[in-house]
Nanobody, 124 residues
Framework: QVPLVESGGGLVQAGGSLRLSCSVSEGTVNSYAMGWFRQAPGKEREFVAGLRWSIPSTYYADSVKGRFTISRGNAKNTAYLQMNSLKPEDTATYYC?????????????????WGQGTQVTVSS
């Protein structure tokens, strides 16, 4: 098991910023890929950003490129999603996910471990 815990969600006005954190409470993620997904009410879960942990390579959905940044933190086993220039359409529950190996897929079914989710609400 790779328990994941997200934090950092909240309510923000359009144009504002939030930083989400994903902490791995046990084990090591050195050989893992981490992903952030989001799910808005009535919509399917979608890929937002991904990170290959061992050799940091990042991947983004077109809808967030230039606004969101995924990164590894200095703290052990913590990944971040910095979200800038937020839009009302970014409102969703955000989940971090992990899978062993270096591939960073955009399909949620390719990830083995999930956090509980954190709510992000962007008001217009």
């Amino acid at each position: 098991q790779v328990p994941l815990v997200e934090s950092g969600g909240g309510l923000v006005q359009a144009g504002g910023s939030l930083r989400l954190s994903c902490s791995v409470s046990e084990g090591t993620v050195n050989s893992y890929a981490m992903g952030w997904f989001r799910q808005a009410p009535g919509k399917e879960r979608e890929f937002v950003a991904g990170l290959r942990w061992s050799i940091p390579s990042t991947y983004y959905a077109d809808s967030v490129k230039g606004r969101f940044t995924i990164s590894r933190g200095n703290a052990k086993n913590t990944a971040y999603l910095q979200m800038n220039s937020l839009k009302p359409e970014d409102t969703a529950t955000y989940y971090c996910a992990a899978r062993p190996g270096g591939r960073v897929p955009s399909n949620e079914y390719d990830y083995d471990y999930w956090g509980q989710g954190t709510q992000v609400t962007v008001s217009s």
